[in-house]
Nanobody, 112 residues
Framework: QLQLVESGGGLVQPGGTLRLSCLASGSTSDYYNIGWFRQAPGKEREKVACLASLDNSIHYGDSVKGRFTISRDNARNTVYLQMNSLNPEDTAVYYC?????WGQGTQVTVSS
């Protein structure tokens, strides 16, 4: 069992920044891929960023490349998503995912 808890969401103005955190507990391991996904109202869930444990390679969704950064602190069992230059299209519920486990999500709203 693996539990994932996201935090850090909120309301931010266009051009602003947020940092999301995903705390893993339970059967944690350094050796699993972990990533962030998001789902906006009326849209399908999409991949935002994923970090592969095998080679530490990182993959970003096209819409966030150059603006978002995923990182991992194994000592804290935490994965971060640094989000810069936010725009209203980034408004969504952001979910953390590892293996087949999902967190409950954290709302990010970008609005003036």
């Amino acid at each position: 069992q693996l539990q994932l808890v996201e935090s850090g969401g909120g309301l931010v103005q266009p051009g602003g920044t947020l940092r999301l955190s995903c705390l893993a507990s339970g059967s944690t391991s350094d050796y699993y891929n972990i990533g962030w996904f998001r789902q906006a109202p009326g849209k399908e869930r999409e991949k935002v960023a994923c970090l592969a444990s095998l080679d530490n390679s990182i993959h970003y969704g096209d819409s966030v490349k150059g603006r978002f950064t995923i990182s991992r602190d194994n000592a804290r069992n935490t994965v971060y998503l640094q989000m810069n230059s936010l725009n209203p299209e980034d408004t969504a519920v952001y979910y953390c995912n590892a293996v087949h486990y999902w967190g409950q999500g954290t709302q990010v709203t970008v609005s003036s």
